[in-house]
């Protein structure tokens, strides 16, 4: 099957200290447009979630209609609009097989998580839930590693890190460097992968960077702690925050 990667990715050359070729030239492209799809549509599910953030954190509200159905739409409509992919006509759509079967699964599993936090966050009283973007990230996550048995997290530096099941691997470490770099392009979903020394797998990094939104948990002024009780990273817009990581078998 012919399909169209939407965005640029890159890989490492094995060797070549810092060098970057087409993902192309190196690895099988439809592992590579599965995993991006599937970082896309994780890091999505946290856009989702942090445009509901003060809503899901308003403790004067008791139910706040935030479902797994309302939840599912707007993760629906984010997805297409950064990939082009409607997940409501994979059947139809210009994407591997793979991605065809796996992205309903995550759709699942990130739809379990903002079930499993239904209690929470509709709890009166209490203005931080402890459902954040990265609290529904990890959990997503996990449930579809799970589930699928297809390896995804979200990670980030040593530096950033908060919850211990987020650290980064050798391997994650060393892409996180490289998003790290200013000059790395903070738009346009670009990736870095490469192949698993055995061949039998591809790992795929999408970079996430901070947004005006983090700010508020992770920015200035460094050391106060935020409304969870973790001191502030002291970052700014467009820094590094971490990336999801898949790591997606190939046929």
Known sequence: ??????SFTIALVAGVTGALVPLSALANPEAAETGRLLAILL??????????????????????????????????????????????????????QQAKTLLPALVGSSKTAVANNQETINKKGTAFKGFTPAHYGTQAAAQFTENSGVYLKQTTTDALLRNPKNKADDYEATVLKKFADAAYPRQGEKTISET???????????????????????????GQPDISGYKKEGAKEGDLGGAISVKVPMK
């Not at 020394?197 to 947004?211: M, Q, T, V």
């Open 1 to 6: 099957m012919e399909y169209t990667i939407r």
């Open 43 to 96: 890091d999505s599910g946290r856009v989702v979630v942090g445009a509901n953030q003060a809503l899901i954190n308003d403790k004067d509200k008791g139910d706040k209609g935030f479902t797994p159905e309302v939840f599912e739409k707007q993760l629906h409509a984010k997805f297409k609009e950064r990939s082009g992919v409607d997940l409501a006509n994979l059947a139809g759509a210009n994407i591997p």
């Open 196 to 222: 698993t020394p055995d061949g039998k797998s591809l790992r795929l990094l999408l970079p996430l960077f901070y947004g005006k939104a983090c700010l508020s948990c992770h920015g200035e002024p460094k």
